[in-house]
């Protein structure tokens, strides 16, 4: 601090709350995703102009950014509600590449859950629950018991017998 001058950045007409961030190419230094112009762009370095992503044009508010699949580089995550007893969320690695699948969730199809809509009711987040070296997810329903999930690690375990 106090050493170093600015740095000129990447600008965007996005507002910041339609920019992802996350060091995609695993470089230690913070890149910008947006979305403009329908498809998705990265501001390497948030230096660089924005360089097209191609084949993805899914918005980016649902989104959460971190290292799922231990691979150098932050990773783009998203859940999707298939049915309103299971959903899943998927990756696309790095920022680029096609959607990967990570994990899914599923509740009994017996009363109440099919009209409780338990998939449409999740809470998930991302983060090191577990002190490994890659994220986890960590998934929380409508009966406030959670489940943390790491890629390579284990299934969907259950994290808390008491509810939050």
Do not use: C
């Not at 859950?113 to 986890?136: C, D, E, I, V």
């Not at 997810?137 to 890629?151: C, G, V």
């Amino acid at each position: 601090p106090g050493v170093y001058g600015w740095t000129e950045l990447q600008s965007s007409g996005q507002p910041l709350s339609d920019l992802r961030f996350g060091d995609f190419d695993g470089n230690g230094v913070t890149d910008v995703l947006s979305r403009s112009g329908g498809h998705w762009s990265i501001s390497w370095d948030a230096r660089s102009t924005w360089d097209p992503v191609p084949g993805h044009n899914e918005d980016l508010k649902d989104v959460m950014i971190a290292n799922v699949d231990g691979i150098p580089g932050d990773d783009v995550v998203r859940y999707t509600v298939l049915h309103p007893i299971n959903g899943m969320w998927d990756y696309v690695s790095g920022g680029r590449g096609s959607w990967t699948f990570l994990t899914a969730r599923a509740w009994s199809p017996k009363p109440p859950w099919p009209a409780l809509r338990p998939a449409q009711t999740m809470r998930w987040t991302l983060g090191n629950f577990n002190g490994l070296s890659t994220a986890s997810l960590l998934e929380i329903d409508l009966t406030r018991r959670s489940l943390i999930f790491t890629k390579g690690y284990t299934v969907n375990t259950p994290h808390s017998t008491f509810a939050y």
